[in-house]
């Protein structure tokens, strides 16, 4: 554990200011919320995540939208891709461009054409783009990328059905 030198006292309300270092390396903003763990007597602060998890369920919603539509299927969260339905390692870890980051809060499905995906991969694609928007808050988006051919309004129509049922299992 690496130590940071930092030391706060807890407020008569039992509050804790978190250093404003540690909450822009670690993403944290106002209103997040904050999970805690017990660990051999240490307090771990984590920032929870709906994700945390969802791993596997997420990737199977994206292999279920490449089997409807055929082509390769990514999801991003906290800025980066965290699995893709096929070539993961193409995008694995990758940091998400600002476009997409500004589609995503746009908080519609909407197709896209020649968006760059990542910082680092500079490729180009066509596609569909899901916000998943649960209790209001975006916890990520479905990027389904157009390989042969254009979502059509039939696969579109499947897909916000699929995506609907998603956000009623993560709604609390």
């Known amino acids: 554990m690496k130590a940071t030198g930092v030391v706060r006292r807890i407020d008569e309300l039992g509050r804790l200011v978190i250093p404003k270092e540690i909450r822009k390396s670690f993403k944290i903003k106002e209103g997040d919320s904050i999970e805690f763990f017990v660990e051999n007597g240490k307090i771990i602060l984590e920032k929870y995540s709906l994700m945390n998890g969802l791993n596997d369920t997420i990737l199977n919603y994206c292999t279920t939208f490449k089997d409807i539509t055929g082509n390769t299927t990514i999801f991003i969260s906290e800025d ?93």
Do not use: W
């Open 80 to 172: 980066k891709v965290e699995c893709a339905s096929n070539n993961f390692d193409e995008f694995k870890d990758e940091i998400i461009s600002k476009n997409v980051d500004q589609l995503i809060n746009n908080r519609t499905n909407q197709i896209f054409k020649d968006l760059v995906i990542c910082v680092r991969n500079l490729k180009s694609y066509n596609g569909y783009l899901c916000p998943l928007l649960v209790n209001s808050e975006i916890i990520g988006g479905f990027l389904i990328l157009s390989d042969n051919h254009l979502i059509n309004d039939q696969e579109k129509e499947v897909i916000n059905s699929i995506m609907k049922l998603l956000v009623r299992e993560l709604e609390v």
